[in-house]
């Protein structure tokens, strides 16, 4: 299987495919932009994972049924519900672990503003509020109480300089175009313009190609 099977297979624009294989298809799409995007993008707030998350239960609950099944039939279909449900589950696990990555990194960037606590998940926020309030308190114990309390702050921004560390959004992604479309990117030497054509790949500054993204006429590969 090479790229283009493999974007074939999560192309958005099919959708004559039955519900739970649109699913699919939108998790391995989330999971890859997840994957490349340099920053936390935003959680799916179209029930996605409510429905992943009822449809590996209900997966779970046939293969408890199943097995004990002394039938050949009755083990091979078990054997495929099983891989597919490790599929799932490995999508999920890798898909959270990338935003974890990323929370974890840049956990007072993502808390800063409403903006950004907007791209998370309810249980996300639980987790960097209280991720970051374990995180001060212990620096609290370690030396910044010995520091004077103006200079205990780790979100200072005096003399026009944030401690707050960033993303990289000047780092390259590639991006597939779904749909005809003037993309302009900025390079080291030079910068440059181009009329781009549905389903062509570039690859891109972040900060350049995030606009297309957001707008869905281009997604992360």
Known sequence: ???????????????AVPHEKRDLQELTRAWIAERSAPELLHW?????FERINNNIKQQIEKVEEMTGDMDPKTNFAL???????ERYKYL???????????IDRHTLHYLSTD?????LSEMELAYATRHQALLHNHYLSSFLSSFPPNLQNLN??????????????????FIRLLKDA???GRGVDSDGS?????????????ADAKPLVEAGSAELV
Not at 44 to 48: K, V
Not at 79 to 85: A, D, P, S
Not at 156 to 173: H, R, Y
């Open 1 to 15: 299987m090479d790229i283009d099977d493999i974007l074939r297979e999560v192309d958005p624009v099919f959708h």
């Open 44 to 48: 799916p707030a179209n029930g996605l």
């Open 79 to 85: 054997i495929v519900i099983q891989t597919e449900l």
């Open 92 to 102: 999920v696990r890798s898909y959270l672990r990338a935003r974890m990555a990323k």
């Open 115 to 119: 903006a950004l606590r907007s791209r």
């Open 156 to 173: 200072d921004a005096s003399a026009g300089i944030s401690m707050i560390e960033t993303p990289d959004l000047e780092c390259a992604v």
């Open 182 to 184: 003037f993309v302009e």
């Open 194 to 206: 181009l009329d781009m054509r549905e389903s062509d790949i570039v690859i891109l500054r972040w």
